[in-house]
Nanobody, 120 residues
């Protein structure tokens, strides 16, 4: 089995910064991509940022220039550095991993989510 454990959420004032972490552990051969999604009440879950196995990144238009996704391959960990936070960034942030396992093949796993609240 694979576990994704997120950390780093919390309450911050508008204009502030937070850094989220997501560590993957378990039976993993390789990781194809790791992504951050978010979901706020009454809205659909949306892709915020993605990073591929070769380090290519992409971002939602709403966070470009403010958020940075990065990873540590040795630790199977992905980070989301969030700066210039706005109240509309308030949401539960979920980590997602597209990975290869020895017997199960290609699978997608989700973390449990971490709350980010930005006060105005």
């Amino acid at each position: 089995q694979v576990q994704l454990v997120e950390s780093g959420g919390g309450l911050v004032q508008a204009g502030g910064s937070l850094r989220l972490s997501c560590a993957a552990s378990g039976s993993i051969i390789s990781i194809n991509a790791m992504n951050w999604y978010r979901q706020s009440p009454g809205k659909q879950r949306e892709l915020v940022a993605a990073i591929s196995n070769i380090g290519s990144t992409s971002y939602a238009d709403s966070v470009k220039g403010r958020f940075t996704i990065s990873k540590d391959n040795a630790k199977n960990t992905v980070y989301l550095q969030m700066s210039s936070l706005k109240p509309e960034d308030t949401a539960v942030y979920y980590c997602n991993a597209d990975l290869q396992q020895r017997f199960q093949g290609r699978r997608v796993y989700w973390g449990q989510g971490t709350q980010v609240t930005v006060s105005s």
